[in-house]
């Protein structure tokens, strides 16, 4: 779903967002919408959920611009996935609309202030900042292409790459236990193509994780093309066995071209790096799930 968030998360929003306008989509009537991208939604609990999600997709669908369209889906999808993936218990239709207006408040405002910091930044440095976004694998990136479309090599490249040997569903929700829905591809708007071990670099269960490693290197190869000595790559990880996962995939940085960057004034464990507990996590983690993946570590790297 990040090809669908980025453009909105990441460009100024126009003004005039009103959290009312979004909230008002509750009382719209709903429309057909395709079954296949619904599944696991129409249990006693779920579909009053389904429903209102509908109706307000169709009051989202007549706002006046497709950039007001595609925020009213993140909003849709913030308080979708609030209500329905991996919840204990799921909550009722007025508790969902209330949900709805408080994220609609939260995301205009924070709308709002980025869009208004920008403005300020762009008086003070004398034009207004740029967004290009690349909707292509990190395989695919090329020097010529960066250039092209941004003008000038990356100073900072941020990153959080799938989790190696880590159970985590980029693409569906899990509903009332681990029963799986495409429905975040429905209310974004987009087609559901492809299965887990496309987002993940490969199949968390395949022995020694050969086919992640060999992604991952492909893919810090392509980025480290278009990058020099002086780009910072900051990238947050986590393991299913950290002990072993953790220098194999430090090898396969440095195989790509980079070098660890320890920050000692940011440490907070003896290996010299930052380290946090998995905030929000599933359920199911408490499980019979390895420890090491509880834990994420943050890499800083350079080229060599």
């Known amino acids: 779903m990040h090809n669908f968030e980025v453009p909105v998360r990441s460009g100024p929003s126009n003004h005039g967002l009103s959290a009312?306008?979004?909230?008002?989509?509750?009382?719209?009537?709903?429309?057909?919408?395709?079954?296949?991208?619904?599944?696991?939604?129409?249990?006693?609990?779920?579909?009053?959920?389904?429903?209102?999600?509908?109706?307000?997709?169709?009051?989202?669908?007549?706002?006046?611009?497709?950039?007001?369209?595609?925020?009213?889906?993140?909003?849709?999808?913030?308080?979708?996935?609030?209500?329905?993936?991996?919840?204990?218990?799921?909550?009722?239709?007025?508790e969902f609309q209330k949900r709805f207006l408080a994220y609609s408040n939260t995301?205009?405002?924070?709308?709002?202030?980025?869009?208004?910091?920008?403005?300020?930044?762009?008086?003070?440095?004398?034009?207004?900042?740029?967004?290009?976004?690349?909707?292509?694998?990190?395989?695919?990136?090329?020097?010529?292409?960066?250039?092209?479309?941004?003008?000038?090599?990356?100073?900072?490249i941020l990153t959080s790459?799938?989790?190696?040997?880590?159970?985590?569903?980029?693409?569906?929700?899990?509903?009332?236990?681990?029963?799986?829905?495409?429905?975040?591809?429905?209310?974004?708007?987009?087609?559901?193509?492809?299965?887990?071990?496309?987002?993940?670099?490969?199949?968390?269960?395949?022995k020694n994780l050969t086919k992640y490693f060999e992604n991952c290197l492909e893919a810090f190869r392509s980025i480290g093309r278009v990058a020099d000595r002086q780009t910072i790559v900051v990238q947050m990880v986590a393991f299913s066995e950290p002990r072993e996962q953790l220098q194999k995939y430090l090898g396969v940085m440095e195989e790509a071209g980079f070098v660890e960057c320890k920050m000692p004034h940011l440490s907070n464990a003896r290996d010299g790096r930052v380290w946090r507990t998995v905030p929000n996590r599933k359920w199911y983690t408490s499980q019979n799930v390895p420890s090491g993946s509880c834990s994420e570590v943050v890499l800083f790297h350079r080229k060599a």
């Open 107 to 156: 995301m205009t405002r924070g709308a709002a202030l980025f869009s208004d910091s920008v403005s300020r930044a762009a008086q003070k440095n004398g034009d207004m900042p740029q967004v290009q976004c690349l909707n292509l694998s990190a395989m695919e990136i090329t020097l010529q292409l960066v250039l092209a479309q941004v003008g000038q090599i990356p100073k900072l």
């Open 161 to 206: 790459p799938p989790y190696p040997g880590v159970h985590v569903l980029y693409h569906r929700w899990q509903v009332r236990g681990r029963r799986e829905t495409p429905a975040p591809f429905w209310i974004a708007g987009g087609q559901d193509g492809n299965g887990a071990s496309f987002y993940t670099f490969g199949d968390r269960q395949e």
């Open 20 to 94: 009312r306008r979004f909230h008002s989509a509750t009382r719209c009537s709903p429309r057909r919408q395709s079954r296949c991208y619904q599944r696991n939604l129409g249990c006693k609990s779920t579909w009053p959920i389904r429903k209102l999600i509908e109706q307000v997709l169709e009051g989202i669908a007549e706002l006046s611009s497709a950039k007001m369209e595609a925020f009213g889906r993140c909003i849709a999808l913030r308080t979708g996935q609030w209500a329905l993936d991996c919840r204990s218990h799921v909550p009722t239709a007025s």
